[in-house]
């Protein structure tokens, strides 16, 4: 809703006018005058905003499906062509315990290999990922990719490439950052009186060992919209969408993301 | 006369519904579980002025209005913790009259609330100031650190203001910090046994030392991370700290925000709440 221009040009609020607006009065006027019976009404309408909300979330669900039939199927074109250029790095983190169904992985990850991506950083927090990357890499060695799969799938009929993968589970989170302090500790602390310097991000990068870049895109498959505890570090500028649970995902929305992704303008602050 | 006097009164019964109403939703929605500590990134200022075309300090200025608002709606739902990221260490990159700009902002506001202190105190409030504070301009560091003495003895609700802050800085900092904790704990050792604890070594730096040195020590974790103007990003804000948080990018730029958007995150998290604290439990 914009702001009426003769809100702007009224006396600016400060820290009286919040507090002439009456905080913490208001809460206890709001919620310390309700009785027994009230508060069976209360939950009942509180139930009743939840229910409406799932509503929604069925609605969009249902939208997001005929979208991505209409996508993949070729009726919408506008993210036929997409500048994957832009897409060099890209996260996926998966709920542990949707993570479990390899099958869904692997036919998630086929899909992002008949897109087109080349790298792809998968995470989950307890580390099921990680156990199973042999069945995964094995999926994807070349010797393993027929025409069979083209049969079944018609998504998988084009050209299939390779694709590199990392596997990271939340030791690789924290606990890295912790090891990577006793590297600095050890290098800088150790031999008596040396210069001691006030860390900078270009010392913690060094110190973390890790060769890999900072993934651009990362796509949450799971209940809710949160990281899981995908390494901090790597995750500063990185955009993240949620895609929903993996027993639901959709071809089209891949691609839609995606597309979304390259047309992002990030100014770093400035 | 008669239809001024009419007229003020009809605005006041509307005003007065309209609180009413609010208070209502409100009881409604804090049946369930109200998240303990909210964060803000306070995007879209500057698209807000092109949008109107004001000026750019316009933006600002309508930016600040809408985090009162915010705020105000946060602590009345019963949120204890609100941060906000009201300027990063990135941001100096910006051209520097833009930045004299929200320096001087900043400093308007700050000293208008140390105006009021008898007020906030009685509310309640304590103001911290979070980020590298030595990098501000000195009469707003100087507002700031005052600002937070004069409330540093409050505990009913706390606002957290990021200025000069990157998760960048903030987690080499508290690297240094444990080093430093370690390596005066060690020669303290030393000198008490003529030759260091063998012990030392091993156990080495753990995460619960990083955390004892964060910025974000002062508080709980957040629950939710609303990020204004629909982008999709952390932009180095709280990355270490947001493992369980449910993250939420309203379309809305910043001075647009309101009640709409606090209520829809406070709905976002109870919706997730029993899937959050599963996964919390699990760690």
């Known amino acids: ?270 | 006369m008669e239809e001024e006097r009419s007229e003020n009164m009809m605005s006041k019964l509307l005003v007065r519904l309209n609180s009413t109403a609010r208070h209502l939703l409100f009881r409604v929605v804090s049946t369930g579980p109200i998240p303990q500590h909210i964060a803000f990134i306070l995007d879209g200022n500057r698209r807000f002025a092109k949008k109107w075309n004001l000026t750019e300090g316009g933006g600002h200025k309508a930016g600040f209005l809408a985090l009162m608002s915010v705020l105000k709606y946060c602590y009345e739902i019963g949120v204890k913790y609100v941060t906000v990221y009201a300027f990063s260490l990135d941001n100096f990159n910006r051209r520097p009259d833009e930045v004299q700009y929200v320096m001087d902002l900043m400093q308007e506001k700050i000293e208008g609330f140390l105006k009021e202190l008898t007020l906030v105190n009685k509310y309640g409030v304590r103001v911290l100031f979070v980020g590298d504070i030595e990098r501000l301009y000195t009469p707003v560091r100087v507002a700031a650190e005052k600002a937070m003495e004069a409330t540093a003895h409050n505990t009913t609700t706390y606002l957290l203001v990021c200025v000069a802050y990157t998760s960048s800085h903030e987690i080499p900092r508290a690297i240094y910090e444990s080093c430093e904790e370690k390596s005066g704990v060690t020669r303290v050792t030393m000198n008490g046994n003529g030759y260091g604890n063998g012990d030392d070594h091993e156990v080495g730096i753990k995460v619960v030392d990083l955390e004892k040195h964060m910025y974000f020590r002062v508080a709980p974790d957040p629950d939710i991370l609303v990020r204004s103007s629909g982008e999709t990003r952390l932009s180095n804000f709280l990355v270490w700290q947001t493992v369980n948080c449910v993250l939420y990018s309203p379309k809305a730029l910043w001075p647009e925000m309101g009640l709409w958007q606090v209520v829809w995150g406070i709905l976002k998290f109870q919706k997730n709440y029993k899937y959050l604290e599963k996964k919390k439990k699990q760690a």
């Open chain 1, 1 to 270: 809703m914009p702001l009426s221009s003769h809100v702007l040009h009224s006396t600016p609020l400060d820290a009286r006018s919040l507090l002439n607006m009456g905080v913490t009065e208001d809460f206890r006027r709001t919620f310390f005058r309700t009785t027994a019976k009230d508060n069976v009404m209360f939950i009942l309408l509180w139930h009743v905003l939840h229910l409406i909300l799932r509503v929604i979330y069925l609605a969009q669900e249902v939208l997001h499906a005929i979208q991505s039939y209409l996508i993949t199927n070729g009726f919408v074109t506008t993210y036929q062509d997409l500048n994957l250029e832009r897409v060099r790095y890209l996260a996926i983190v998966i709920d542990s315990d949707e993570a479990r169904q390899i099958s869904e992985v692997i036919q998630l990850l086929e899909w992002l290999s008949a897109i087109g991506v080349k790298k792809v950083c998968l995470y989950d927090r307890e580390g099921v990922l990680k156990r199973s990357q042999g069945v995964i890499m094995e999926r994807f060695s070349s010797a393993y990719l027929s025409n069979e799969d083209s049969k079944i799938d018609p998504i998988l009929s084009k050209t299939q490439l390779k694709i590199e993968f990392e596997f990271v589970s939340i030791s690789d989170g924290k606990e890295a950052v912790a090891k990577a302090a006793n590297v600095l500790y050890n290098k800088y602390y150790l031999d008596g009186d040396t210069e001691k310097p006030f860390f900078t991000e270009a010392d913690l990068s060094e110190a973390l060992e890790n060769l890999e870049p900072d993934p651009d895109l990362l796509l949450i498959y799971g209940p809710a919209r949160c990281h899981l505890g995908f390494p901090a570090w790597r995750i500063r500028y990185t955009e993240i969408v949620h895609m929903g649970q993996l027993k639901h995902k959709k071809y089209g929305l891949i691609l839609k993301a995606i597309h979304k992704y390259t047309k992002v303008k990030q100014n770093y602050g400035s």
